[in-house]
């Protein structure tokens, strides 16, 4: 785990992560880091930086169930993350966390993977979105 990770962690040692759907994978993000969810399409986001996962076509059209993710930004300018839908709020005991693997620290500062949880004996990456500095728009 990284330094930051500390802010993570709620004082109970739990932390709510947002469960969402990407491109057929299950993702986890720390609730605190959003600030709203709203419909995909509103006008005003595109005046926002857009977050663009790698793995996903840039001319691959979101699903019907899809929602907009703004990230809380302490510099007013704000992150979008659209994805295909979201699971659930989950609350998660700090100790069941694990650091991602350092084979993969190249993917882990380009996408901000900061951890993995298992949830119904499956992985779930976790992102870190207030760091995510990899494709945008």
Known sequence: MTPDDSQKTSKDGYIRLLSVMLSGSRFGIDA????????????????????????????RVPPPQSVALIVKSD??????????????????????LRP??????REREALAYWGMVLIDDKPVTLLDLTRWSCQCS
Do not use: C, W
């Open 100 to 105: 991602f693997p350092p084979l993969m620290a």
């Open 75 to 96: 510099n007013g300018m704000k992150k979008v993350l659209i994805v295909d839908s979201l699971q659930d709020i989950l609350t998660v005991p700090v100790a069941d």
């Open 32 to 59: 605190d880091q959003i600030e709203r969810i709203v419909p995909p399409n509103r006008d005003d986001l595109h005046h926002n930086t857009i977050l663009r996962p790698p793995f996903i076509a840039p001319e």
